[in-house]
T-cell receptor, first 110, second 114 residues
């Protein structure tokens, strides 16, 4: 069993929809949680970073962490075609190495 | 400020050869990490360097090695290439490499082993 599980999708939604992306993890030592976005043929770029349970909002993006359930989510409001990409959750125990989920491919249809 | 640059962007090698990939971090960043990305295994941590010292290492065989120079530029080397080494190799830099530091990724080097 992988330490971080993420549904690979693909996930296809119409423009303007609310998108929910999720990851579960098994290692309770993970303390830092991130969401990266990766466009085709590009490196991942950081979208959201949090280290505590609860919600963190940044524009159209909300990251949610539930440490008791070992579950994290990323919500995208008013999704746009430009949001079409692969979304990767990543976690760290504090030793700087990131453990990534397999990524969810999102397609937003205009 | 220029981002993380990686060279070359694409590379084709044959089994048994060795390869060296290069990464130039963002100016002022002293921590460089390397990751391997494959369709089957996703993104996996290889190693991290800070001030020319390897601080952290992932679960990869000894054929994978790296180093960092005094200007923070880093290289990784893969010896005796295998077909399974075909992957996108990503480099990420951060200011000090602490857990709260943002890691900025480069575009990657796509290695194909024939």
């Amino acid at each position: 069993q992988k330490e971080v599980e993420q549904d690979p999708g693909p996930l296809s939604v119409p423009e303007g929809a609310i998108v929910s992306l999720n990851c579960t993890y098994s290692n309770s030592a993970f303390q830092y949680f991130m969401w990266y976005r990766q466009y085709s043929r590009k490196g991942p770029e950081l979208l959201m970073y949090t280290y505590s349970s609860g919600n963190k909002e940044d524009g159209r993006f909300t990251a949610q962490v539930d440490k008791s359930s070992k579950y994290i989510s990323l919500f995208i409001r008013d999704s746009q075609p430009s949001d079409s990409a692969t979304y990767l959750c990543a976690m760290s125990t504090g030793r700087r190495a990131l453990t990534f989920g397999s990524g969810t491919r999102l397609q937003v249809q205009p | 400020k220029a981002g993380v640059t990686q060279t070359p962007r694409y590379l084709i090698k044959t089994r048994g050869q060795q390869v060296t990939l290069s990464c130039s971090p963002i100016s002022g960043h002293r921590s460089v990490s390397w990751y391997q990305q494959t369709p089957g295994q996703g993104l996996q941590f290889l190693f991290e360097y800070f001030s020319e010292t390897q601080r952290n290492k992932g679960n990869f065989p000894g054929r994978f090695s790296g180093r960092q120079f005094s200007n923070s530029r880093s290289e990784m080397n893969v010896s005796t290439l295998e077909l399974g080494d075909s992957a996108l190799y990503l480099c990420a830099s951060s200011f000090s490499g602490t857990s709260t530091d943002t890691q900025y990724f480069g575009p990657g080097t796509r290695l194909t082993v024939l």
